[in-house]
T-cell receptor, first 109, second 114 residues
Framework: RKEVEQDPGPFNVPEGATVAFNCTYSNSASQSFFWYRQDCRKEPKLLMSVYSSGNEDGRFTAQLNRASQYISLLIRDSKLSDSATYLCVVQAAGNKLTFGGGTRVLVKP | EPEVTQTPSHQVTQMGQEVILRCVPISNHLYFYWYRQILGQKVEFLVSFYNNEISEKSEIFDDQFSVERPDGSNFTLKIRSTKLEDSAMYFC????????????FGEGSRLTVL
């Protein structure tokens, strides 16, 4: 089983719509969780951390379900600029992050 | 805004040659990392570096690889005897406090091994 698994997509989303997708992780001892965003051929950039109680940052909402070992990201009122690959990132132990393969989102007018 | 800078942006080399990829982390950051991303694949951890020594490394980071912080600003990744499968984008990252804090990535160095 992959350490961090994501649906690669693409998720084709009409502008203004809501899209949500999940990520599963295999290590139950994982400590910290993040969503990073990666534009085509660019570096990853932190979108948001994911807290146990769930958290929201503007149009983005992240949830963590430790019992089922998944995290989710929901994007409301999608903008064309939200088109990107969203990387699920997990810290299991130590000082390294483990990345999922990414979920590609395409927002269309 | 401070940023991580990497050079070269693209390097083409012959199989068996040695390459050095350079990074200038954000100046007040203490933790440094190298990740790589083979085209179309996920971002993979290579090594973390703190207090002038490797703090963690992956199975990928074998004797072919080494890192160095030769002065107060540069952080380098050396790849000896390059192989075709070393072709990838190599990202340097730095962080003020390490994980679980935010990692700030450079724009990457694309390595093509022929």
């Amino acid at each position: 089983r992959k350490e961090v698994e994501q649906d690669p997509g693409p998720f084709n989303v009409p502008e203004g719509a809501t899209v949500a997708f999940n990520c599963t992780y295999s290590n139950s001892a994982s400590q910290s969780f993040f969503w990073y965003r990666q534009d085509c051929r660019k570096e990853p950039k932190l979108l948001m951390s994911v807290y146990s109680s769930g958290n929201e940052d503007g149009r983005f909402t992240a949830q963590l379900n430790r019992a089922s070992q998944y995290i989710s990201l929901l994007i409301r009122d999608s903008k064309l600029s939200d088109s990107a690959t969203y990387l699920c990132v997990v810290q299991a132990a130590g000082n390294k992050l483990t990345f999922g393969g990414g979920t590609r989102v395409l927002v269309k007018p | 805004e401070p940023e991580v800078t990497q050079t070269p942006s693209h390097q083409v080399t012959q199989m068996g040659q040695e390459v050095i990829l350079r990074c200038v982390p954000i100046s007040n950051h203490l933790y440094f990392y190298w990740y790589r991303q083979i085209l179309g694949q996920k971002v993979e951890f290579l090594v973390s570096f703190y207090n002038n020594e490797i703090s963690e490394k992956s199975e990928i980071f074998d004797d072919q690889f080494s890192v160095e912080r030769p002065d107060g600003s540069n952080f380098t990744l050396k790849i000896r005897s390059t192989k075709l499968e070393d072709s990838a984008m190599y990202f340097c990252a730095s962080s003020p406090q390490g994980v679980p804090g935010e990692l700030f990535f450079g724009e990457g160095s694309r390595l093509t091994v022929l």
